[in-house]
Nanobody, 127 residues
Framework: QVRLVESGGGLVQAGGSLRLSCTAS????????WGWFRQAPGKEREIVAA????????TYAPSGQGRFTISGDNTKNTLYLQMSSLKPEDTAIYYC????????????????????WGQGTQVTVSS
């Protein structure tokens, strides 16, 4: 398993920006796939964006398309999520997740495909 630690959450006004970071460590610190999910109160956990470790494939949820950018720095074992033009509906706990096994692209939105999770970081967007 991979140990994941997120940082960078906080309170921001609508229209603002935040950058989340996720640092991976452990015996398998180079997973096949890693990404960001979020969960708002009373809602199911949903994919925000995912990226293969080597960075050749990215997946975005429609809600973040054009506003969010996922990127990674393999030299630092760190995944980023740059969020801009934030909206109140982006308010949620954001989780970093990693999958050590191969995940077909049409399954990458499924939380069950990921076997390691961070503790989450709160993002609150005020109107």
């Amino acid at each position: 398993q991979v140990r994941l630690v997120e940082s960078g959450g906080g309170l921001v006004q609508a229209g603002g920006s935040l950058r989340l970071s996720c640092t991976a460590s452990g015996r398998t610190a180079s997973p096949y796939l890693w990404g960001w999910f979020r969960q708002a109160p009373g809602k199911e956990r949903e994919i925000v964006a995912a990226m293969t470790w080597i960075g050749d494939e990215t997946t975005y949820a429609p809600s973040g398309q054009g506003r969010f950018t996922i990127s990674g720095d393999n030299t630092k074992n760190t995944l980023y999520l740059q969020m801009s033009s934030l909206k109140p509906e982006d308010t949620a706990i954001y989780y970093c997740a990693a999958a050590t096994a191969v995940v077909p692209i049409f399954h990458r939105h499924q939380p069950s495909r990921y076997d390691s999770w961070g503790q989450g970081t709160q993002v609150t967007v005020s109107s």
